[in-house]
Nanobody, 119 residues
Framework: VQLQASGGGLVQAGGSLRVSCAAS????????MGWFRQAPGKEREFVAN????????YYADSVKGRFTISRDNAKNTVYLQMNSLKPEDTASYYC?????????????WGQGTQVTVSS
C-alpha cells in the first residue's frame, strides 16, 4: 500500500484544517486506516482510526470532540478534519494502514504532512 498525505499548513488557534491521505496499491475499501502525529522531541502518538467500512471510529482523548476521521472508499482517501485547533496540535501528521492505538499495529505509512497552529 502506498500512502500520500497532504493538506497540512499553518492555521491560527481555534481554526480548522483538513488533511487527506490518498491510498493506492491494494483494495482500499478493505483496509482499516489511522492517523498518528509526532511533534519535535516527542514520540509518535495515535490520533484516530477508522475501520474499513467507516462504521466505527476511534479517537485519542486529546482530540475527541474536535477531530473527525472519515473516508471515501470510492476515492481511496481517508480524511482528518481538525477543528478548534490548539498550539499543542502542532505536529507532523502521518496516515497509516492498520488498526489499534499503537504504531506497532500499522504496516504501511505515508510521509508526514506538517500542521502548525499559531497562538
Amino acid at each position: 500500500v502506498q500512502l500520500q498525505a497532504s493538506g497540512g499548513g499553518l492555521v491560527q488557534a481555534g481554526g480548522s484544517l483538513r488533511v487527506s491521505c490518498a491510498a493506492s496499491g491494494r483494495t482500499f475499501s478493505t483496509l482499516d486506516m489511522g492517523w498518528f502525529r509526532q511533534a519535535p522531541g516527542k514520540e509518535r502518538e495515535f490520533v484516530a482510526n477508522i475501520v474499513w467500512s467507516g462504521k466505527n471510529t476511534y479517537y485519542a482523548d486529546s482530540v475527541k470532540g474536535r477531530f473527525t476521521i472519515s473516508r471515501d472508499n470510492a476515492k481511496n482517501t481517508v480524511y482528518l478534519q481538525m477543528n478548534s485547533l490548539k498550539p499543542e496540535d502542532t505536529a507532523s501528521y502521518y496516515c497509516a494502514q492498520g488498526n489499534g492505538r499503537s504504531w506497532s499495529g500499522y504496516h504501511y505509512w505515508g510521509q508526514g504532512t506538517q500542521v502548525t497552529v499559531s497562538s
